[in-house]
Nanobody, 124 residues
């Protein structure tokens, strides 16, 4: 059974940093692209960042470019999202997802499995 479990969320102040982790089980992430999405209250789920199967390619939403960094450790079946210079508008539930293929994509329709999410709240 494919499982993705996010952790590392919390309540922080504007300007602080957080590192989200996504640990997977039941399968190896080595062949798949991975991504992070987020959903704020009353808003649709939006793309944050994605990384290819080998880490060679990454893409980011314009709103987080330069502040967030996605990375992965295939040996640990883990994906990370380092978030720096957090802003109140980054407040959302953050979801880790596995792509159907090995490349990168910002389209949520291209992702086959999702975690339950971790809450990130940034106070001003």
């Amino acid at each position: 059974q494919v499982q993705l479990v996010e952790s590392g969320g919390g309540l922080v102040q504007a300007g602080d940093s957080l590192r989200l982790s996504c640990i997977t089980s039941g399968w190896s992430i080595g062949n798949y692209g991975m991504g992070w999405f987020r959903q704020a209250p009353g808003k649709e789920r939006q793309f944050v960042a994605a990384i290819s199967w080998n880490g060679a390619s990454t893409i980011y939403a314009d709103s987080v470019k330069g502040r967030f960094t996605i990375s992965r450790d295939n040996a640990k079946n883990a994906v990370y999202l380092q978030m720096n210079s957090l802003k109140p508008e980054d407040t959302a539930v953050y979801y880790c997802a596995r792509r159907k293929f090995g490349g990168v994509s910002s389209d949520s329709g291209g992702y086959a499995s999702w975690g339950q999410g971790t809450q990130v709240t940034v106070s001003s």
